[in-house]
């Protein structure tokens, strides 16, 4: 099985960046794909940018693409996110979560199975 640990939230003004991190367990890490997803008070679980298997392919939600980059590291079992020019609007605890296949591609529909427990990113104004 996949254990997934995040890190790298906390509390950054409004403009800022943040960075966080995924450390994932296994061996079988770097034949899955990852994504991130985050949920903020009140509102629904949503998909913000994955990545394939092989680190090849990346997608993002329209609201963070030209924001956010997400990057991986298999010799470190590692998944990233980078947060630029955050906004208010981007608080909400962010969750990083594998496929449940392998060499998925990455994709906002893919079967997430294995989830994090979540890091806290707050953006003040």
């Known amino acids: 099985q996949i254990q997934l640990v995040e890190s790298g939230g906390g509390l950054v003004q409004a403009g800022g960046s943040l960075r966080l991190s995924c450390a994932a367990s296994?061996?079988?890490?770097?034949?899955?794909?990852m994504a991130w997803f985050r949920q903020a008070p009140g509102k629904e679980r949503a998909f913000v940018a994955g990545?394939?298997?092989?680190?090849?392919?990346?997608s993002y939600s329209d609201s963070v693409k030209a924001r956010y980059s997400i990057s991986r590291d298999n010799a470190k079992n590692t998944v990233y996110l980078q947060m630029n020019s955050l906004k208010p609007e981007d608080t909400a605890v962010y969750y990083c979560?594998?496929?449940?296949?392998?060499?998925?591609?990455?994709?906002?529909?893919?079967?997430?199975?294995?989830w994090g427990q979540g890091t806290q990113v707050t953006v003040s104004s």
């Open positions: 979560a594998a496929d449940k296949r392998i060499y998925g591609l990455g994709y906002a529909g893919a079967p997430y199975d294995y």
């Open positions: 296994g061996r079988t890490f770097s034949t899955r794909a």
């Open positions: 990545i394939s298997w092989s680190g090849s392919d990346t």
